[in-house]
């Protein structure tokens, strides 16, 4: 099957385990996925299947996006990504994919956009301290300074500083699945996933033999 | 209707524990000991009520020899198996924290004054030593 698959965050909640512990669990609407085209070595030099996600209006849909879709014969999309098929695997175009691809899987990596901060200060972008907020100090939240004088005299590259924050693609790796709902197509992790309520996610599936190595 | 509420309401108990904060209580808590199960009351006064409904939860505060201790329960957990309401207690206040600096004989006050039925102000007081799990 897949290296991974598509999906949307819903919220978070919390669900109990047979002996009645609490886990924090994050909701993901994964899928179904329709796959839009098939990459192979011969044609693209590679080999991909490109998946779509979350059917768009065919109103705020253009013309290409609704002819790529019409090869597939599915709806055109919101979302769509490649994923790497395992080899021997075959596809169709348009096949419907569902959460069966996690079948026996523990783990994934979530991968998402951050929410957008803004342009932030050193203390929430890089957890500066600051300075105090009594005493008589003025200096709260500046990041106080920033190099030596003539020697070296210029900011050493990559100084820490206030500038945009979030809104930044960020990889969660093993997360665990706590449960998978076939019906409704969702999935349940633990814990939290980067992003705002209804941002798009991928979902790759983590072999679990190969951690702690 | 949103799926989150959706998934919450299926987890929750069709008849929950019914209380009231200041109420006397016996909180019957499932405990697993290796592969035996068991029933152990926890009793005590309701002091606090947080949350609603899926995640809401009670503290249930209690002395035990001499010490004050506080159990928060979530009322729609499984291990939770039954809450019961021994009697009522009179009170004012939403959240009994004030509970937290009062010894002996004033832990009682609140319990002076029956909901419904009056009882006999001896029967009133609660025993701490009573029903030590």
Partial sequence: ?213 | MNIIDVIEKEQMKKTAPQYNIGDQVDVSVKIVEGDKERIQVFSGVVIAKNGGGFKETFTVRRIVQGEGVERVFPIHSPKIVSVKVIKSGKVRRAKLYYMRERTGKGTRLQEKFEKEVPASAGEVLSNPNKNNT
Avoid at chain 1, 13 to 24: A, E, L, N
Avoid at chain 1, 143 to 171: F, W, Y
């Fill in chain 1, 1 to 213: 099957m897949l290296s991974g698959f598509l999906g949307k965050k819903i919220g978070m909640t919390q669900i109990y385990t047979g002996d009645g512990i609490i886990i924090p669990v994050t909701l993901i609407q994964a899928g179904p996925c329709s796959v839009m085209q098939i990459k192979t070595v011969e044609k693209d030099g590679y080999n991909a299947v490109k998946l779509g996600f979350d059917d768009k209006k065919r109103k705020v849909a253009n013309k290409p996006e609704i002819g790529a879709a019409a090869k597939a014969a599915a709806e055109p999309k919101r979302f769509i990504r490649e994923l790497t098929p395992d080899k021997g695997a075959e596809f169709k175009l348009g096949q419907s994919i569902t959460l069966d691809i996690f079948n026996n899987v523990k783990m994934v990596d979530v991968i998402g956009i951050t929410k957008g901060k803004g342009y932030a200060g050193v203390m929430k972008r890089w957890n500066f301290k600051g300075g105090a907020q009594t005493h008589g100090s003025t200096r709260h939240r500046p990041p106080g300074s920033i190099g030596s004088n003539t020697d070296p005299g210029r900011v050493v590259r990559g100084k820490k500083m206030a500038g945009h924050l979030g809104c930044e693609r960020v990889t969660i790796k093993n997360i665990d699945i706590v449960k998978i709902d076939k019906d409704r197509n969702l999935l349940f992790v633990k814990g939290a996933i980067p992003g705002h309520k209804g941002s798009y996610l991928i979902l790759n599936k983590v072999n679990v033999k190969t951690i702690g190595k």
